[in-house]
């Protein structure tokens, strides 16, 4: 698939019939809506018990997505406040509105995050949320580069260089993100476990 603008880009993602990739803080992503997550397992070769997690531009717009009691939710809201956006997935509750296809081994959760990257929530802002992971074949490491990622995969949609630094001019085409995965942390109903510990130190969280 060639690079193409802006505008295409969120025009065929938004479709659902196209696979995209674009920089975040952490490690590129590939994405697609979230209803067509099929698509991501398929060209990954992903297994059905690695869940994908749900990425918008703003926390506001994945609290749908999650179910929980008031309380529950003020708590969910004081660590995203605190730290998000960025390098930090929530594993949360899933609400009805969340596709079995993002989780088909557990779909009762689902994973969010907001990203700290100025492209990024610009594509979300235009998109809406989508389903992501890293850009890679499933057991391989994640691919850092645009040219790494179009090679290995032709058919995902990307934006030329010149939209990506259109839309952030501080974006470094050979340095798209820190290389390092989000820390991912789970809501057990009474507190917080941490299933990977990445980019984001928590501390105690409760």
Same mark, same amino acid.
């Given at each position: 698939m060639p690079q193409v603008k802006f505008e295409e880009f969120? #025009?065929?993602?938004?479709?659902g019939d196209?696979?995209?990739? @674009?920089?975040?803080?952490?490690v590129p992503a590939l994405a697609v809506r979230p209803d067509r997550a099929e698509l991501i397992y398929q060209v990954k070769q992903r297994s059905l018990d690695? *869940?994908?997690?749900?990425?918008?531009?703003?926390i506001a717009d994945l609290w749908d997505y999650v179910a929980g009691s008031v309380r529950e939710r003020q708590i969910w809201q004081e660590v995203a406040t605190t @730290?998000?956006?960025?390098?930090?997935?929530?594993?949360?509750?899933?609400? *009805? /509105?969340?596709?079995?296809?993002? =989780?088909p081994k557990d779909p009762t959760t689902i994973g969010v995050r907001v990203p700290?990257?100025?492209?990024?929530? +610009?594509?979300?802002? #235009?998109?809406? *949320?989508? #389903?992501?992971?890293?850009? =890679?074949?499933?057991?391989?490491?994640a691919l850092q580069t645009l040219p790494q990622i179009e090679a290995e995969f032709p058919q995902v949609l990307? /934006?030329?260089?010149?939209?990506? +630094?259109?839309?952030?001019?501080? @974006?470094?085409i050979d340095r798209p993100g820190s290389g390092i995965p989000s820390t991912v942390v789970r809501w057990?109903?009474?507190?917080?476990q941490v299933l990977r510990?990445?980019?984001? +130190?928590?501390?105690?969280l409760g």
């Amino acid at each position: 698939m060639p690079q193409v603008k802006f505008e295409e880009f969120v #025009a065929k993602v938004s479709s659902g019939d196209y696979l995209s990739s @674009f920089p975040t803080d952490t490690v590129p992503a590939l994405a697609v809506r979230p209803d067509r997550a099929e698509l991501i397992y398929q060209v990954k070769q992903r297994s059905l018990d690695k *869940p994908l997690i749900l990425m918008a531009g703003e926390i506001a717009d994945l609290w749908d997505y999650v179910a929980g009691s008031v309380r529950e939710r003020q708590i969910w809201q004081e660590v995203a406040t605190t @730290f998000l956006p960025g390098a930090l997935t929530l594993v949360l509750p899933a609400s *009805p /509105l969340v596709p079995a296809a993002m =989780n088909p081994k557990d779909p009762t959760t689902i994973g969010v995050r907001v990203p700290d990257h100025t492209i990024a929530r +610009q594509i979300l802002a #235009a998109t809406g *949320p989508l #389903a992501t992971t890293s850009a =890679n074949r499933s057991g391989q490491p994640a691919l850092q580069t645009l040219p790494q990622i179009e090679a290995e995969f032709p058919q995902v949609l990307t /934006l030329f260089p010149g939209e990506l +630094q259109q839309l952030d001019p501080g @974006f470094q085409i050979d340095r798209p993100g820190s290389g390092i995965p989000s820390t991912v942390v789970r809501w057990t109903g009474q507190g917080w476990q941490v299933l990977r510990q990445g980019a984001v +130190q928590l501390g105690d969280l409760g």
